[in-house]
């Protein structure tokens, strides 16, 4: 018999996606803090440190979501998610703004800048996460 092999069904359980995440973060410890939570739920994850970098990064990995640091060396997170929106090929890719600062204006500021949403630091994984998979 022909034993045609069909994917089988069994998965492995994830409990993130397979997306691919840009992390836009110039704090080392962070950026790698983070990638690896979101590695371990299953994510690919690109780095990117700086602003500038950020911008080549989502034209160049089309990643399926940004997680955008606003505080950065080159171009701060704004004007890089500025430049992204005003792109028509990555203007679709949902950026989640991360400030350490909870100041009211921020949010405002994050969202005239065309991100899509926004968190604060220090980051509850958790509650990223559900923002994410919303946005994904
Ligand atoms: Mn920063």
Redesign the pocket.
Known sequence: MCDSVVDSPQQPERKGGSAKILLV???ALNSDMLSRRLIRRGYEVVLAADGAQAVADAAQQRPDLILM?M??PTIDGWEATRRIKADSALRAIPVIALTAHAMSGDRERALEAGCDEFDTKPIELDRLLSKMERLL
């Open positions: 973060e110039d704090n640091d505080s950065l």
